[in-house]
Nanobody, 124 residues
């Protein structure tokens, strides 16, 4: 089992920045790729960004490319999402997730471990 705990969400004005963190614990040796997803009220959960834990290869949704940066600290077992130039449409609950396969996936069902989520609200 892997436990994931997100932090860093909050309320920010449009154009501002936030950095989300996701601390992993438990059987972290089983963690090969991790991602960030978000779910706005009344909408389906959508892919934001993902990274492979060993090589650091990344992928981003078109809607966040150039504004968000995913990274990880292997020593701290922590995943990050730096969010810049935030827009009201970025408002959502943000979840980190892990899968036990080395390749990146943009599909939520292919991730087996999930955090509880952290709320990000961007005001206009």
């Amino acid at each position: 089992q892997v436990q994931l705990v997100e932090s860093g969400g909050g309320l920010v004005q449009a154009g501002g920045s936030l950095r989300l963190s996701c601390a992993a614990s438990g059987r972290t040796g089983n963690r090969y790729a991790m991602g960030w997803f978000r779910q706005a009220l009344g909408k389906e959960r959508e892919f934001v960004a993902a990274i492979t834990w060993i090589s650091g290869s990344t992928a981003y949704a078109d809607s966040v490319k150039g504004r968000f940066t995913i990274s990880r600290d292997n020593a701290k077992n922590t995943l990050y999402l730096q969010m810049n130039s935030l827009k009201p449409e970025d408002t959502a609950v943000y979840y980190c997730a892990a899968r036990t396969v080395v390749t990146i996936s943009i599909l939520p069902y292919q991730y087996i471990y999930w955090g509880q989520g952290t709320q990000v609200t961007v005001s206009s």
